[in-house]
């Protein structure tokens, strides 16, 4: 894989490819903006399998929701912006083929594309990839989330403000929505990321989200917050999904952690995503992936190349994609 005909993440790199591929593809596509306060703008772009975004046409029945919430997790956008390469155009960033055109699934989805939910986060990055080499996995926590008053790592609080937390450093993970308030995106219904959500949703019914994250530990697939209480034919469903997803990571190389699970069960963290989640999004089932970055914990150990974690997280989301096409 060449990873260097890939790795678009910064906003000013991929947001212009956006902007492009709706103009020459304006059928398929639509595109969708929201504005950070300082300036940056989260942008989405739905792709559709024949020209149904125009007109009255009727969408797909399977519509599919990719979406990077976090401004230090690159190899994330990496992958959504190169998905929708191939998806449009038939082959990768860097020209070769795309096995996603040719395998023309009996139900093609509606896909909708957020790539970074916190630009704002991502253009404050002091690293282009978080590959255990140059730095620590506490210091990549600590650009992550931040440095706290006392020198500590700073804590994930949903909301904060700057003027009662001082922080000596402000973590990459949070969305400034003025001079003193900052929140999380996938934990704060405040934040940019949260709103670009409901819009989507509003508009398109979305069947299935996918939601992209990166880790220092094993590569993982994540159950909704909200599993265990789930009716018994969405956890059927939800497990299926994953199980598809781990499976794919291992026909890879990639040793995954063996079963997916519900992240933080029984935790404060688990608490604050149900209430992010409560009551949002009638009948869309979700997931999130894990791809690992930094030193494999625990223990620090070896370093996460690069073209690892661009090639996983496109596996992941190609894996997704011919999943919930033939659900």
């Known amino acids: 894989m060449d990873v260097a005909g890939y790795w678009r993440t910064q906003p000013a790199e991929w947001q212009p490819l956006f902007r492009t591929w709706h103009a020459r593809y304006p059928e398929r596509t639509r595109l969708h903006a929201w504005p950070q306060w300082g300036g940056e703008r989260l942008l989405a772009l739905s792709i559709a399998p024949t020209g149904r975004l125009r007109g009255r046409r009727r969408l797909p029945l399977v519509r599919l929701l990719v979406a990077v919430p976090h401004a230090h997790e690159p190899a994330s956008t990496a992958a959504a912006v190169d998905v929708a390469c191939q ?17 023309h699934p009996r139900r093609a989805p509606l896909v909708t594309l957020l790539p970074d939910g916190n630009p704002q986060g991502r253009v404050r990055s002091p690293r282009r990839c978080w590959d255990g080499t140059t730095c620590d996995n506490e210091g990549l926590w600590r650009e992550a989330f931040g440095v706290a008053a006392d020198g500590g790592r700073f804590p994930r609080l949903p909301e904060w403000r700057l003027s009662e937390q001082r922080p000596c450093q402000i973590g990459l993970t949070f969305e400034s929505l003025s001079e003193d308030l900052y929140v999380e995106p996938n934990t704060s219904r405040l934040s940019t990321y949260s709103r670009a959500l409901d819009d989507l949703f509003a508009r398109f019914r979305y069947t299935h989200m996918l939601e992209m994250h990166q880790h220092a530990w094993p590569d993982a697939v994540l159950l909704p917050d909200d599993f265990d209480a789930s009716p018994p034919d969405v956890r059927a469903a939800a497990m299926g999904w994953a199980q598809a997803l781990l499976a794919a990571w291992r026909a890879a190389g990639a040793d995954p952690r063996p079963a997916p699970a519900v992240p933080c069960r029984g935790q404060p963290r688990q608490q604050l995503r149900q209430a992010f989640w409560r009551g949002r999004f009638p009948g869309m089932l979700r997931l999130a992936s894990e791809v690992r970055q930094g030193r494999l914990d625990p223990g620090g150990g070896e370093p996460t190349p690069q073209d690892r974690q661009m090639r996983l997280a496109c596996v992941a989301l190609e894996a997704s994609l011919r999943h919930v096409a033939e659900a």
């Not at 998806?87 to 395998?103: F, I, K, Q, W």
């Open 87 to 103: 998806l449009l155009s038939g082959v990768h960033l860097d020209g070769t083929p795309s096995a996603l055109e040719s395998a």
